[in-house]
């Protein structure tokens, strides 16, 4: 079925961002750094994949699941998608990762949990 991959990348990133919307971690905290963030990471993973296809080491391979559309050869429109999605999934499980441990700290170092000793 054509179009399915891109289709499981989108509902998950619309999951990813209702995680984000509902706690406040990337893009509804700072949106213009979430933005280049993302930009960035695809950026870095999209030359990545350019120099894996010049050498030879990155092929795509055939799949009834892809849309047949490529951007070069060897690269289809999936792919930036995903690395764009991989890049804010990153960023948002960080940015939870250390808003959980920052709240651990402040609540192991207020005065209730020492009185809990």
Do not use: C
């Not at 060897?74 to 948002?92: D, G, I, K, T």
């Amino acid at each position: 079925m054509p179009g399915l991959y891109l289709a499981a990348i989108l509902v998950s990133a619309v999951g990813v961002l209702l995680i984000d919307r509902r706690w406040r971690l990337a893009a509804w905290q700072a949106p213009g750094r979430t933005a280049l963030a993302v930009g960035i990471g695809t950026a870095f993973f999209l030359a990545w994949d350019a120099v894996g296809i010049a050498t030879g080491v990155f092929v795509k391979g055939d799949s009834a699941l892809l849309l047949g559309v490529d951007l070069a050869p060897h690269l289809p429109l999936e792919e930036p998608v995903f690395l764009a999605f991989l890049s804010y999934l990153a960023l948002v499980a960080w940015s939870g990762a250390l808003r959980l441990t920052e709240r651990r700290r402040t609540d192991a170092a207020s005065p209730r949990s020492e009185a809990n000793r």
